[in-house]
């Protein structure tokens, strides 16, 4: 019995120029990375390096980031829609008859943005980034970077799932909790868990503990503990989550010991974290 349901009917645009919708998804992303510069810089004084290296940093975790969540839901979750409009693939634009893009150059299509992204995308391109960066400019372990940066991707990770919330995507089961949200600009009529907020704020408690022993302890400078905890938390919490969230691929909700395609690409990245957090520092 809903005590409290929320019609959550808020619009995903910001605003529209020129047929190019600039919607509230996208504005977070900004918000993250200018947060991530400035709080990176922050770090990098501490350690003693140069902050002019923080900018290549997120050139290099922008496009990776960009690249892995694209590839990432084209290839683990929407590969039956893509083959056969491989276009869509590389520009941020959905077919529709009758519609023009790009000022006209593209017929037949609309500008929508990047609408499908899978962040278990990103966890594979992103440290993949960060080690060429990492050989390039830092000459440090791999580690060292993946401790700094995986506090940012968590700050980011609060962001996006807040701009899901807006989009009305990626949102849970119907639930008779006390509290639920009905996603009416979705054509949704029942309260449902609002998942994209239970990602959200966890996100943001895991960025605030991890911005805490980066600060406050020792941690900081055992290689592998930062990035460890990161990674069973953050995918540990995307593990429980899937259990109330709508599944984002119709008839894959339980396809392995009733576990969904996100359950099951999070066990590796769980495993990892808890090796690196668990084992042991090497010693001089």
């Not at 004084?45 to 290549?56: L, S």
């Not at 960025?207 to 540990?236: A, C, P």
């Not at 969230?245 to 392995?256: A, L």
């Not at 495993?271 to 010693?283: A, Q």
Request: charged share 15%.
């Amino acid at each position: 019995m809903n005590f409290l349901a929320v019609d959550w009917f808020w619009d995903p645009e910001m605003f529209n120029l020129w047929g190019i919708s600039v919607r509230w998804y996208s504005f977070m992303f900004i918000v993250a990375f200018l947060s991530g510069i400035n709080l990176t810089k922050k770090m990098y004084r501490a350690d003693g390096i140069p902050t002019e290296k923080v900018d290549p940093l997120f050139t290099y975790v922008f496009f990776s980031m960009l690249i892995g969540m694209r590839l990432g839901d084209v290839f683990f979750y929407s590969w039956d829609y893509y083959q056969n409009h491989l276009l869509e693939i590389f520009l941020p634009i959905k077919e529709s008859a009758g519609s023009s893009t790009f000022f006209g150059l593209l017929q037949g299509y609309k500008f929508t943005g990047f609408t499908g992204l899978a962040s278990h995308g990103a966890a594979i391109t992103i440290p993949i980034a960060l080690y060429f960066y990492n050989k390039k400019y830092l000459q440090k372990s791999w580690l060292f970077i993946l401790d700094r940066l995986c506090i940012m991707v968590a700050m980011a990770g609060f962001f996006i799932r807040m701009g899901n919330f807006f989009n009305s995507e990626i949102y849970g089961k119907p639930t008779d909790a006390s509290f639920g949200i009905i996603f009416s600009r979705a054509g949704e009529v029942v309260p449902r868990h609002p998942t994209q907020l239970y990602e959200a704020f966890s996100y943001l408690m895991i960025f605030l503990v991890l911005w805490f022993i980066f600060w406050d302890t020792y941690k900081r400078h055992r290689e592998g503990y930062l990035f460890g905890l990161f990674m069973m938390s953050v995918w540990g919490l995307r593990f429980l989550i899937e259990y109330v969230k709508e599944p984002q691929v119709e008839g894959r909700e339980d396809i392995i010991l009733g576990l969904n395609t996100g359950q099951l690409l999070s066990i590796p990245l769980i495993l990892i974290g808890v090796y690196l957090f668990f084992r042991k520092p090497k010693t001089a």
